[in-house]
Each structure stands twice: as structure tokens, then as C-alpha cells.
């Protein structure tokens, strides 16, 4: 019963449709010659916009199934409207005129930072700067990374080679140590702070440190004595 009750309704509503006309649902009369003008000048294209029909009819048209009877009427000129525009309304235009601008300024932007010193100051600025415990702990890798270079260096047979060589030319007189070695920085570094360079001078210098503590202590007893000497003297006057 509610079915047929339903389908009763809906045919009185598409009966209701074909009576009426196009020209009925214009919103005033005035406008039936525009909206006739507008149809025979879009028979030849063949297409519509939607923004151009809408503007004949009242909203509650456009958003009831009246509408279907300008859309058969427009199938039955030949002419196909297109699709709803489902974005921004036409008040928006400026909006979007704005927007497109400020997208053509971004872009702009973007192509100038192709500019390879400022992607440099750019992709800097996004670094973290070192911290003090940060600055040592790089400087300790610095010179860990040094001494591993130099260790695997020094395992290379020919590189013993080459130092027996220039031990060789330095004793015949041939190489000068000073083009070697930078004899100031290296005074600096071992001879200046008594740091033993080989074993050899490590005992002599344990050797020339227990001498002169020797003398110095021989030097303090011949002064404690010559001190007794006089106060000797001078209760004997």
C-alpha cells in the first residue's frame, strides 16, 4: 500500500511537469525573449553553461525537479549543458585572481632562490650551530682520524724504505733536515717541553735529571757549611 501510495505521488508530480512549459518557470517575463535569443544562438554551438541558464530561474526551481523540464527542453534543441561548476561562485573571481597572483609572485620567488649562493646561506641557516662539548668531541675525532691515517700509512713496506733512504742522504749531506722536518714547530713541540723523542733520550734524560739534582743538593751542603764556618768565627772574636 505505501509503495503504490508513493508511485501514485510521483506520477501525479511528472504529470504535473508535462503540463507545464519553460517559458512558465522564468522567473518574469521579461526575460522569455533573452532566454529564446539565448537558445537559438547556442544551437549552432551546441553547448551551455549552467551559469548562463541559472540566471533565468528562481533558485527553488534550480533546486526542484521542475528543472528537468528546461534540460529536456534544451535536449530537445540539440543543445548539451555542461556540468554544474562545483567550485568557488563568481563573487570569488577576485579571490582567485589574488590567489593565482600571489601563486605566479611564489614561483618567482622559488626561481630566484636558484641563486646557488643564497641555496648555500639557505640550507646553512637550517644547521644546527656546535655547541662547546659539540666542538670537542669533533676535534677529538679530528685527531683520532689523524693518528689512524698516519698508522696506515706507516704499514706501507715502502714507506720504511723511503725513510731508511732519507736517513741515508741526511748523513751523507745530501738533504738538509731543516727541508725534513720544520725544526721550529718541532722544538716547540718535544725539545722545549723536555718530551722524549726515543728511548734513548728517555735515559739520558733521566740520567741529566738525576745529576743535576745531585748537584744541587752538593751545591746547598757546601753552603750550609761555609755558613757554620763563619758563625765559628765570630764567637771566637
Do not use: C
Amino acid at each position: 500500500m505505501i509503495k503504490e501510495k508513493k508511485q501514485a505521488k510521483n506520477n501525479k508530480k511528472t504529470s504535473n511537469l508535462k503540463k507545464k512549459s519553460v517559458l512558465e518557470l522564468i522567473r518574469k517575463d521579461k526575460y522569455i525573449p533573452q532566454f529564446k535569443l539565448l537558445i537559438e544562438e547556442t544551437k549552432k554551438i551546441g553547448k551551455i553553461s549552467f551559469t548562463k541558464i541559472k540566471r533565468f530561474f528562481t533558485p527553488e526551481v534550480i533546486d526542484s525537479p521542475e528543472f528537468d523540464i528546461v534540460l529536456n527542453h534544451l535536449k530537445a534543441q540539440g543543445i548539451i549543458l555542461k556540468k554544474r561548476n562545483r567550485g568557488p561562485n563568481n563573487s570569488n573571481s577576485s579571490l582567485l585572481k589574488k590567489q593565482k597572483k600571489l601563486a605566479k609572485k611564489l614561483l618567482k620567488g622559488e626561481a630566484r632562490t636558484s641563486d646557488p649562493v643564497r641555496m648555500y646561506l639557505k640550507e646553512m641557516g637550517s644547521v644546527d650551530l656546535l655547541t662547546r662539548q659539540g666542538e670537542v668531541d669533533l676535534s677529538i675525532k679530528i685527531e683520532e682520524g689523524k693518528k689512524r691515517i698516519l698508522d696506515s700509512i706507516f704499514e706501507f713496506p715502502f714507506v720504511y724504505e723511503y725513510f731508511s733512504l732519507l736517513k741515508k742522504k741526511i748523513i751523507d749531506n745530501e738533504v738538509f733536515l731543516r727541508h725534513v722536518i720544520d725544526l721550529e714547530n718541532f722544538y716547540r713541540k718535544f725539545i722545549n717541553k723536555k718530551i722524549p723523542i726515543s728511548f734513548e733520550d728517555a735515559s739520558l734524560n733521566e740520567e741529566t735529571n738525576e745529576n743535576i739534582k745531585n748537584e744541587s743538593e752538593n751545591i746547598d751542603d757546601e753552603d750550609i757549611i761555609e755558613e757554620k764556618n763563619e758563625k765559628k768565627k765570630i764567637k771566637i772574636k
